[in-house]
């Protein structure tokens, strides 16, 4: 009977520890900040010539971040920048390269890309400007919080 006992609460013990862990994972879940600085960049000349004058810099550095959140059971991506947050598309989230790829309302499309294991990262534009079709990519790290 003693065993009985024993192993009735050993069951208990096994299944709260189960749910609790299956609880905590989806519905606990906390959210994922990508933080990136790009300090080098290529990008289209100034006459707009392409690609004969690639211009590289390293003068201003370029900051961006990144929120990843699970709803539902589901990932979403966020772009968080000056003017607020931007609803992106997540590619590949179990890593271990991620990418966010974001279409804006003029319809051009940016995508960043973070090696999650290194955390180096990529940052690209493809943007077309009245006639001209304005290319740009950016080099850095990123860091999470």
């Given at each position: 009977?003693?065993?009985?006992?024993?192993?009735?609460?050993?069951?208990?013990?096994?299944?709260?520890?189960?749910?609790?862990?299956?609880?905590?994972?989806?519905?606990?879940?906390?959210?994922?900040?990508?933080?990136?600085?790009?300090?080098?960049?290529?990008?289209?000349?100034?006459n707009g010539n392409y690609p004969s004058n690639i211009e590289?810099?390293?003068?201003?550095?370029?900051?961006?971040?990144?929120?990843?959140?699970?709803?539902?059971?589901?990932?979403?991506?966020?772009?968080?920048?000056?003017?607020?947050?931007?609803?992106?598309?997540?590619?590949?989230?179990?890593?271990?390269?991620?990418?966010?790829?974001?279409?804006?309302?003029?319809?051009?499309?940016?995508?960043?890309?973070?090696?999650?294991?290194?955390?180096?990262?990529?940052?690209?534009?493809?943007?077309k400007l009245l006639d001209m079709f304005i290319p740009s990519?950016?080099?850095?790290?990123?860091?999470?919080?």
């Amino acid at each position: 009977m003693c065993k009985l006992f024993w192993m009735n609460h050993l069951l208990k013990y096994t299944l709260a520890v189960i749910a609790f862990v299956l609880l905590s994972t989806s519905v606990f879940s906390a959210p994922l900040m990508i933080k990136c600085k790009f300090p080098s960049f290529a990008s289209v000349g100034k006459n707009g010539n392409y690609p004969s004058n690639i211009e590289l810099s390293s003068t201003d550095t370029f900051n961006i971040s990144f929120l990843v959140s699970e709803e539902d059971g589901t990932q979403k991506a966020f772009f968080i920048g000056n003017l607020g947050a931007e609803e992106v598309i997540l590619l590949n989230s179990k890593g271990p390269l991620i990418t966010f790829l974001e279409i804006t309302k003029t319809q051009n499309v940016n995508t960043t890309s973070v090696d999650l294991d290194t955390y180096q990262a990529v940052h690209s534009r493809h943007i077309k400007l009245l006639d001209m079709f304005i290319p740009s990519q950016y080099y850095g790290t990123c860091y999470s919080q």
